[in-house]
């Protein structure tokens, strides 16, 4: 088996196509990692303090330029859109986890907790 792993590693390193895929590989790999680890420094503190009586947090999600439809509509699946101020969209209703999914986007500098806020279902006590 190892055997075989060295010629298939040889044969690949030994061609052009080989030595494309190894390369394209090592960035994806290398993009990813470099996601991941730039995640993090974009949550700021206390964004996940408080939560609402669901367990969801109102988040302030800011880009480097104004939000165009594609930005609006990618936040949707996260969470409800409360509107937009200049370079900051407003969610309500995203849960723990998707902050971090949310941080992994490229295009996202911070994300803050966001202003107080006042939904429907709150006005009319409805879950």
Known sequence: MVMLLARIGRTLIG???????????VLIVGYQVW???S???KIADGVTDEPDR?????????????????HILEMQSYGRI????????HLNGVMEDEID??????WVEEIRPGEDSVSLSDILGGD
């Not at 669901?54 to 594609?70: A, K, N, T």
């Open 39 to 41: 995640a993090g420094g």
């Open 54 to 70: 669901r367990g969801q947090y109102s988040i302030d999600v800011e880009l480097g330029f104004p939000p165009e439809r594609f």
């Open 35 to 37: 996601l991941t680890a």
């Open 101 to 106: 999914a949310i941080a992994r986007k490229y």
């Open 82 to 89: 409360r509107g937009t101020t200049e370079n900051v969209i």
């Open 15 to 25: 061609t052009i196509g080989g030595r494309t895929l190894i390369g394209l590989i």
